[in-house]
Nanobody, 116 residues
């Protein structure tokens, strides 16, 4: 069993930055593929970025060059550095962990609001 706790959300002006963190409990964190999803009001949840156990990362087109996902296996933590934020980035951001056996775990979400 893995528990995920996100932090770092908040209100930021357009063009600003935030860093989200997701701390995981449980064992074998290093073998999980980790992801950040987001869900805006009235929209489906979408994958924003992922990083696998080998450190390979992927991003949706709308955040490429602005967001960076990273992981610290010693701290059981995954991060999402978000720069040049836009109003359309406003959403609840969720941390996700997927085991090699395809068990999936979710955090409770953290609100990110980009507004002037």
């Amino acid at each position: 069993q893995v528990q995920l706790v996100e932090s770092g959300g908040g209100l930021v002006q357009p063009g600003g930055s935030l860093r989200l963190s997701c701390a995981a409990s449980g064992r074998s964190f290093s073998i999980y593929t980790l992801g950040w999803y987001r869900q805006a009001p009235g929209k489906q949840r979408e994958l924003v970025a992922y990083i696998d156990s080998g450190g390979s990362a992927g991003y949706i087109d709308s955040v490429k060059g602005r967001f960076t996902i990273s992981r610290d296996n010693a701290k059981n933590t995954v991060y999402l550095q978000m720069n040049s934020l836009k109003p359309e980035d406003t959403a609840v951001y969720f941390c996700n962990a997927r085991s090699p056996m395809s068990y999936v775990y979710w955090g409770q979400g953290t609100q990110v609001t980009v507004s002037s």
